[in-house]
């Protein structure tokens, strides 16, 4: 599968050694759009997961439109875990 990356953006979580980083994406598919988020201290890692997240959504619901593949609402695939 070939996906393009059709936006991508990156927030800070907190301040300080703490900081967590937050990265969005959103690929685009044959016409159709999905999204994906990552959270991660390290915000190369955040970014990764984040892309991973989109492609998981596009390959487990590929023929859904992309207001029901993936809700601007829905958690992380992979959210940060307190320790």
Same mark, same amino acid.
């Given at each position: 599968? %070939? /996906?393009?990356?059709?936006?991508f953006s990156?927030?800070?979580?907190?301040?300080?050694?703490d900081? %967590?980083?937050?990265?969005?994406?959103?690929l =685009? @598919?044959?016409d159709?759009?999905?999204?994906? =988020?990552?959270?991660?201290?390290?915000?190369?890692?955040?970014?990764a997961?984040?892309y991973?997240?989109?492609?998981?959504? =596009?390959?487990v619901?590929?023929?859904q439109t992309?207001?029901? /593949?993936?809700? %601007?609402?829905?958690? /992380?695939?992979?959210? @940060?875990?307190?320790?």
């Open positions: 599968m %070939q /996906a393009t990356l059709a936006d990156v927030r800070s979580i907190g301040s300080g050694a900081a %967590q980083g937050w990265a969005d994406v959103r =685009s @598919h044959d159709v759009s999905v999204h994906g =988020s990552g959270v991660d201290t390290d915000i190369v890692h955040a970014s997961k984040a991973l997240d989109a492609l998981i959504v =596009s390959c619901r590929p023929n992309p207001s029901i /593949a993936r809700p %601007q609402t829905m958690p /992380a695939l992979y959210p @940060h875990k307190e320790v």
